[in-house]
């Protein structure tokens, strides 16, 4: 009896350890690549009938993710990528999503969006301020850019696409630039 005891209060102390050990406040790395596929699977190429919307230039403000020109973050880099992924929620959010889209895909990357926000608020704790208010502004700024192009346009189909082509290069350049801000569980290079 006194050993079953032990074991059972072994093993709960030893649960309670890991449970209470501090989860790193980092966004991670697989779900931000997981995030991009979705979006790049959910609809396929380029749509052909949409090519006369895709002359719309909108300007990616790659200043956000750079600090003096170089392509390490800073303390509030990070937090550029948490601020384009909390843009890219807001974008979702409307009502008009295109029907052609995979549904199952477009679920699932909404969640991964919205999990990757909840599971990252408390990087907000540790922001470098004055950095992280210009970065927020350079985003705030490409992304009502890109929610323009979704009115001017009415929510169309190709104006989706449009912002789609957009967010999957801004996912591709955060993988390709900037994947040391971002928690690995295996270290792998895209």
């Not at 093993?11 to 890991?18: D, G, H, M, P, S």
């Not at 949409?50 to 002359?55: A, L």
């Amino acid at each position: 009896m006194t050993l079953q005891t032990v074991t059972w209060i072994s093993a709960f102390l030893c649960l309670a350890q890991v449970c209470s050990m501090p989860m790193p406040c980092q966004l991670q790395g697989q779900l931000v690549r997981i995030t991009h596929n979705l979006l790049r699977d959910m609809g396929g190429h380029f749509p052909l009938e949409c090519m006369q919307d895709n002359n719309v230039f909108i300007a990616f403000p790659a200043t956000a993710f750079t600090t003096s020109g170089a392509p390490q973050l800073s303390s509030s880099g990070p937090m550029a990528i948490y601020e384009t992924l909390k843009n890219i929620d807001t974008l979702f959010g409307a009502d008009d999503l295109p029907t052609k889209w995979d549904q199952r895909k477009l679920d699932n990357f909404l969640n991964i969006v919205y999990r990757q926000i909840e599971e990252s608020k408390c990087m907000m704790g540790s922001v470098n301020t004055c950095d992280y208010l210009v970065r927020a502004k350079v985003l705030k700024t490409y992304f009502r850019n890109i929610a323009a192009v979704l009115k001017e346009k009415n929510f169309s189909y190709c104006a989706w696409e449009v912002v789609r082509k957009e967010l999957l290069y801004s996912l591709q350049f955060i993988l390709e630039h900037n994947s040391d801000s971002l928690l690995w569980a295996k270290r792998t290079r895209i």
